[in-house]
């Protein structure tokens, strides 16, 4: 029986430490601190950063398309698949480009060498700066370093930004949804080399425990050092995921230039040659959270399917319902730039809310019966205009509750006899009003997960290949990472049409 992995190799502030938590126990999926130290070395002391507050304004922001990385990425990537002496099996090991050479496992940064690197990070509630952070070094055999090529906002960031979950702590590195480039690895990496181009996986798995074995991905059992804190608030913890608070592990985030990928036979897969960065960046969350919902929540041929957000992975469901034979996919938001998407990219039918009698539409439209599945991808700060929207507002804003089931509730409202309703949003705490009596007494099955992506990824890429599944039109705003915190800021209030800010670092 033997450990997790540690996330301590992280990038993390000066003079902070993660120590490990009661009910860490230790479970079967290999020794991951094999052959490295445990901590990193405390960095030289670094200017402070200007930090902005995440606002909705439009200033500053980057271009609404952008191309990928270009020809000096491709020269480096060409430099690093040589190594150092040009011998391929060196590059394997070794960091051959200069501001990363020198590297060993466990190496211990001294102080004022001057190694790091620029990352997005929490900084307190709707506030965040762009930080000189220390640069992620291997710890284990199964590690590797990328260089972040493209990374994006997801809708459950603002969870974290908003306060709403409380493990978040100042200079936490934010971002789980990304592209990159291998530019090290540890000395049991067998699948990966130096210069591939990988899409990783936002939730990390060891592939070993028994949750792996049985595709059960996020959940894995050796992936969440800080597995205490989950414990206590939901009774056993889940798997890591990069960036997204300490119950999740403190892993630092993809909102940098560098990040330390643990697992990378497990969590990163080669992109195809014909599938660009702008399109594969997608299937490292979005596109596989949204197939896991239309996939587990049982969408056959011939099925209506309903949906709640057209947000990138709203429309993923929505895509992958289609995918899989339904006949009839209506999606439920509000904003028309992000249901013109649903129609004109997705292929899927649209309703707005806030012209429209949900429930009553569906029913009409589906011979009085209601969608066979529901979906729900909007989370735990669910937007209505209507009374219980108020209500859940204020109680949650007063910490009387902690998330906002409105969505929830109206799709197992809307949900026919005998159906089901896949929850895909994220929620952290309680709720009330809960509907129970129509779960039960119209028989409905229903499902929530965090995204199993491993069990989906190499399937998507291929999709991607084929040109089945487009997913670039979700990165509306593209801008440099020293523009992250006004990306952010368009994200959330969602002006100018942004359904996705993606960052270039």
Request: glycine fraction near 14%; charged fraction near 25%; hydrophobic fraction near 35%.
């Amino acid at each position: 029986m033997e450990g997790r992995d540690d996330p301590r190799g992280s990038a993390v502030r000066r003079g902070r430490s993660l120590s490990r938590t009661a009910g860490a126990h230790r479970r079967d999926g290999g020794d991951p601190r094999r052959g490295c130290a445990g901590r990193q070395g405390l960095r030289a002391p670094r200017p402070r950063a200007r930090r902005i507050r995440c606002e909705g304004r439009s200033g500053g922001r980057g271009s609404r398309s952008g191309a990928s990385g270009g020809a000096a990425r491709r020269e480096a990537g060409a430099r690093d698949r040589r190594g150092a002496s040009g011998d391929p099996e060196t590059a394997r090991r070794t960091a051959s480009h200069g501001d990363r050479s020198g590297r060993r496992c466990g190496g211990r940064q001294g102080e004022g060498s001057g190694s790091a690197t620029r990352a997005l990070v929490w900084a307190g509630v709707n506030e965040l700066a762009v930080e000189q952070v220390e640069d992620p070094t291997i710890l284990n055999a199964h590690d590797a370093i990328v260089r972040v090529r493209l990374t994006t906002t997801c809708g459950s960031d603002l969870h974290l930004l908003g306060g709403y979950v409380p493990t978040m702590r100042a200079g936490d590195v934010l971002g789980h949804e990304f592209i990159g480039e291998i530019v090290e690895t540890g000395s049991e990496v067998k699948n990966h080399r130096v210069g591939d181009r990988v899409v990783v996986c936002s939730f990390i798995s060891c592939g070993k425990c028994w949750y792996c074995k049985n595709e059960l991905y996020s959940l894995c059992d050796n992936s969440n050092p800080n597995a205490g804190i989950p414990e206590m608030l939901w009774g056993q913890a889940p798997g890591g995921c990069y960036g997204y608070s300490h119950a999740l592990g403190g892993w630092a985030g993809s909102h940098a230039e560098y990040i330390r990928v643990p697992y990378a036979d497990q969590g990163a897969f080669t992109v195809p040659d014909g599938v660009s960065d702008e399109r594969a960046l997608f299937a490292s969350d979005a596109a596989p959270t949204g197939w896991m919902g239309a996939d587990l929540g049982g969408v056959r041929p011939g099925d209506t399917v309903a949906v709640w957000g057209a947000g990138g992975v709203g429309q993923m469901a929505a895509r992958a319902a289609i995918l899989l034979g339904a006949e009839r996919v209506i999606v439920i938001d509000r904003f028309q730039e992000r249901l013109g998407q649903v129609e004109q990219v997705i292929g899927a039918e649209t309703m707005n809310y806030e012209t429209s009698e949900v429930l009553a539409e569906l029913r009409e439209t589906t011979g009085g019966r209601g969608p066979d599945v529901c979906i729900e991808a909007v989370g735990m700060e669910a937007h209505r205009d209507r009374p219980d929207f108020a209500y859940d507002q204020l109680k949650q804003q007063l910490r009387l509750q902690t998330d906002r089931p409105t969505a929830v509730r109206e799709a197992i409202f809307a949900a026919r006899k005998g159906g089901s309703v896949f929850v895909l949003g994220v929620f952290g705490g309680f709720v009330d009003k809960f509907p129970l009596g129509p779960l039960m007494n119209k028989g409905l099955t229903l499902r929530f997960a965090q995204q199993h992506g491993h069990r989906y990824i190499p399937m998507l890429l291929e999709r991607m290949a084929r040109d089945e599944l487009a997913t670039e039109h979700l990165a509306t705003h593209v801008m440099p990472l020293d523009e992250a915190p006004a990306g952010y800021g368009m994200f959330k209030e969602k002006t100018d049409g942004c359904v996705r800010a993606v960052f270039r670092p």
